[in-house]
């Protein structure tokens, strides 16, 4: 059996704001399937993937199994555009992801979901942070080799793309003018680090071919310090062989950050 077999789906459907279902997999903890598995977990962790990408990755289901085993109840997301969901890749940006989480969050909160946390991988950190900037529902954030200049990323990876070129030679992911000017609108994400109130760990491997570890040290500076910063090292972009580190340095500290029961830590 896989591991993305051991995914279940949420006793309802996700949509967002445009009404496109977004797919999901769902990794209740053991006290959650013992409860019957239907009815909310009172936290939850919302692991979002990066640019091309979707929630049925080998980083993102052993992260998720291994929080449900530690007692966190987790769903990986594919947003709008990507994988299995609803929507169109063309229009795919970081500020409509932005949008797809809090349509996320808001189901899972009718649910009955207390207490939250996201973590994000590349421009699904971007995403997190812009996120956490203005939704205190919030209550702890990860990045995971987290997109910090989203402009300098994409230029620097894109740019000499024409339209409609495969973005990392894959067949679905035309490089389009909508993902080139919200990039450029957004810039760095300097002031919407500064507004990040949530506690915040940064996981970055110093070996990162794609998004490099400056990335995570500017996100770090710029919110004054306060996150914290777990760095892995001769580790890439996909944590290669460093799965297990990261899934435990994200694990040892969400037990900290948002307990299974109670008051999480602000």
Same mark, same amino acid.
């Given at each position: 059996?896989?591991?993305?077999?051991?995914?279940?789906?949420?006793?309802?459907?996700?949509?967002?704001?445009?009404?496109?279902?977004?797919?999901?997999?769902?990794?209740?903890?053991?006290?959650?399937?013992?409860?019957?598995?239907?009815?909310?977990?009172?936290?939850?962790?919302?692991?979002?993937?990066?640019?091309?990408?979707?929630?049925?990755?080998?980083?993102?289901?052993?992260?998720?199994?291994?929080?449900?085993?530690?007692?966190?109840?987790?769903?990986?997301?594919?947003?709008?555009?990507?994988?299995?969901?609803?929507?169109?890749?063309?229009?795919?940006?970081?500020?409509?992801?932005?949008?797809?989480?809090?349509?996320?969050?808001?189901?899972?909160?009718?649910?009955?979901?207390?207490?939250?946390?996201?973590?994000?991988?590349?421009?699904?950190?971007?995403?997190?942070?812009?996120?956490?900037?203005?939704?205190?529902?919030?209550?702890?954030?990860?990045?995971?080799?987290?997109?910090?200049?989203?402009?300098?990323?994409?230029?620097?990876?894109?740019?000499?793309?024409?339209?409609?070129?495969?973005?990392?030679?894959?067949?679905?992911?035309?490089?389009?003018?909508?993902?080139?000017?919200?990039?450029?609108?957004?810039?760095? @994400?300097? =002031?919407? +680090? %500064? /507004?990040?109130?949530? &506690?915040? $760990?940064?996981?970055?491997?110093?070996? #990162?071919?794609?998004?490099?570890?400056?990335?995570? @040290?500017? =996100?770090? +500076? %710029? /919110?004054?310090?306060? &996150?914290? $910063?777990?760095?892995?090292?001769?580790? #890439?972009?996909?944590?290669?062989?460093?799965?297990?580190?990261?899934?435990? +340095?994200?694990?040892?500290?969400?037990?900290?950050?948002?307990?299974?029961?109670?008051? #999480?830590?602000?």
């Amino acid at each position: 059996m896989s591991v993305a077999s051991e995914a279940r789906s949420l006793p309802f459907a996700t949509r967002n704001a445009q009404g496109e279902r977004i797919d999901h997999g769902y990794f209740p903890s053991a006290e959650a399937v013992v409860n019957g598995g239907t009815s909310a977990p009172e936290a939850l962790v919302v692991i979002g993937h990066g640019v091309t990408s979707h929630w049925d990755r080998p980083w993102q289901t052993e992260l998720a199994t291994t929080l449900a085993a530690a007692g966190r109840s987790t769903l990986v997301v594919s947003f709008a555009g990507n994988g299995q969901s609803e929507g169109r890749f063309d229009e795919v940006t970081p500020s409509k992801e932005v949008d797809d989480l809090g349509s996320v969050f808001d189901a899972l909160e009718a649910w009955g979901v207390q207490r939250l946390a996201y973590a994000g991988h590349s421009m699904g950190g971007a995403v997190g942070c812009l996120r956490a900037a203005i939704d205190p529902r919030i209550r702890a954030l990860v990045s995971l080799a987290g997109m910090f200049h989203v402009q300098a990323f994409m230029q620097r990876t894109f740019g000499h793309l024409p339209y409609g070129g495969l973005m990392l030679d894959k067949p679905r992911c035309p490089w389009n003018p909508a993902l080139e000017a919200d990039a450029a609108q957004l810039g760095s @994400l300097t =002031a919407q +680090a %500064a /507004a990040v109130r949530a &506690p915040w $760990l940064l996981v970055h491997g110093d070996a #990162d071919e794609l998004v490099p570890l400056q990335d995570a @040290l500017d =996100a770090r +500076a %710029a /919110a004054g310090g306060r &996150p914290d $910063l777990v760095i892995l090292r001769g580790v #890439d972009h996909r944590f290669t062989d460093a799965i297990r580190a990261m899934s435990t +340095a994200v694990v040892s500290w969400l037990q900290q950050h948002l307990p299974a029961h109670g008051q #999480d830590r602000r």
